[in-house]
């Protein structure tokens, strides 16, 4: 199963940062389909998610400078966030939660791509 993640990287304080995730036709419908993050020596944390409704779950950190979306003709989500700061360093993750069987309830998880807000 591979989640292809692409974006991040260095990060300027202050700037954006766009990541996408393109995910296989077979792991539709989701529960959930979206980001985590893990900072060095911290655990892994949600970032934002769309689940299964099409709503939206964002941690407070990231809320209000984040949008998520996804192209459902491509399989891929993305997300997007402004006015980084050097906290939001972290291995970025793609995840995505089998929402029908025979995998209902598994997640799949992509490689993870560094970001750092940095000058």
């Known amino acids: 199963v591979q989640l292809v993640e692409s974006g991040g990287g260095l990060v300027q304080p202050g700037g954006p940062l766009g990541l996408s995730c393109a995910a296989p036709g077979w792991i539709f419908p989701t529960i959930a389909l979206g980001w985590y993050r893990q900072a060095p020596g911290r655990q892994r944390e949600l970032v934002a998610v769309?689940?299964?409704?099409?709503?939206?779950i964002f941690a407070d950190s990231v809320k209000g400078r984040s949008t998520i979306s996804r192209d459902n003709a491509k399989n891929t989500v993305y997300l997007q966030m402004n006015s980084l700061k050097p906290e939001d360093t972290a291995v970025y993750y793609c995840n995505a939660r089998v929402g029908s069987p025979p995998h209902y309830g598994v997640d799949y998880w992509g490689k993870g791509t560094l970001v750092t807000v940095s000058s």
């Open positions: 769309i689940i299964s409704s099409g709503g939206t």
